[in-house]
C-alpha cells in the first residue's frame, strides 16, 4: 500500500495542493504575501486579515469601503453569496499589479454585510451577472 501523502485523496484544482511539494507551497506563499504586501502599501490597500496561500492570497475584512478601495485600484468582479440570517458574503476577486516576472498575485477580498445594506453603486456595478 502506498501512503505518500500526495496519492491521498484530497482538493486538486485552483485551491488545491495534493501535487505541490510543502517546501514549493511554502516559498509560494511566502512570495505571494510580500507581493500583495508591497502592492497594498504602493496603493495603500487596506489588508485587515490577510491569509497568504501558495495559489493567492485572501483578505478579510469587516469593512465595504475596504473591498471598494481594491475594486478602485485593481479592478475585478464581485460574487455574491448568502450565508444566512439576513447576511451575504461578497468577494471580490481581483489580482496584484503585473509583477517584472509577468506574473500577477490572485486575491480575494470578502467582507460579510447585512441584506439590507445601502450598497455603493460602484461596488454593485463590479457584482457578476
Given at each position: 500500500?502506498?501512503?505518500?501523502p500526495?496519492?491521498?485523496?484530497?482538493?486538486?484544482?485552483?485551491?488545491?495542493?495534493?501535487?505541490?511539494?510543502?517546501?514549493?507551497?511554502?516559498?509560494?506563499?511566502?512570495?505571494?504575501?510580500?507581493?500583495?504586501?508591497i502592492?497594498?502599501?504602493?496603493?495603500?490597500?487596506?489588508?485587515?486579515?490577510?491569509?497568504?496561500?501558495?495559489?493567492?492570497?485572501?483578505?478579510?475584512?469587516?469593512?465595504?469601503?475596504?473591498?471598494?478601495?481594491?475594486?478602485?485600484?485593481?479592478?475585478?468582479?464581485?460574487?455574491?453569496?448568502?450565508?444566512?440570517?439576513?447576511?451575504?458574503?461578497?468577494t471580490?476577486?481581483?489580482?496584484?499589479?503585473?509583477?517584472?516576472?509577468?506574473?500577477?498575485?490572485?486575491?480575494?477580498?470578502?467582507?460579510?454585510?447585512?441584506?439590507?445594506?445601502?450598497?455603493?453603486?460602484?461596488?454593485?456595478?463590479?457584482?457578476?451577472?
Amino acid at each position: 500500500m502506498n501512503t505518500k501523502p500526495t496519492d491521498l485523496p484530497g482538493r486538486t484544482g485552483f485551491t488545491g495542493h495534493r501535487d505541490i511539494p510543502f517546501a514549493t507551497r511554502y516559498v509560494m506563499r511566502e512570495k505571494n504575501e510580500a507581493r500583495v504586501e508591497i502592492d497594498a502599501n504602493e496603493h495603500w490597500l487596506p489588508t485587515p486579515n490577510m491569509q497568504a496561500r501558495h495559489d493567492g492570497v485572501r483578505i478579510l475584512t469587516t469593512n465595504i469601503e475596504d473591498l471598494g478601495r481594491w475594486l478602485e485600484a485593481h479592478g475585478g468582479e464581485i460574487t455574491t453569496s448568502e450565508a444566512g440570517d439576513g447576511i451575504q458574503v461578497w468577494t471580490l476577486r481581483t489580482a496584484t499589479d503585473v509583477w517584472p516576472d509577468g506574473s500577477r498575485v490572485p486575491v480575494l477580498v470578502s467582507v460579510l454585510v447585512p441584506d439590507d445594506f445601502p450598497m455603493m453603486p460602484e461596488i454593485r456595478a463590479a457584482v457578476a451577472a
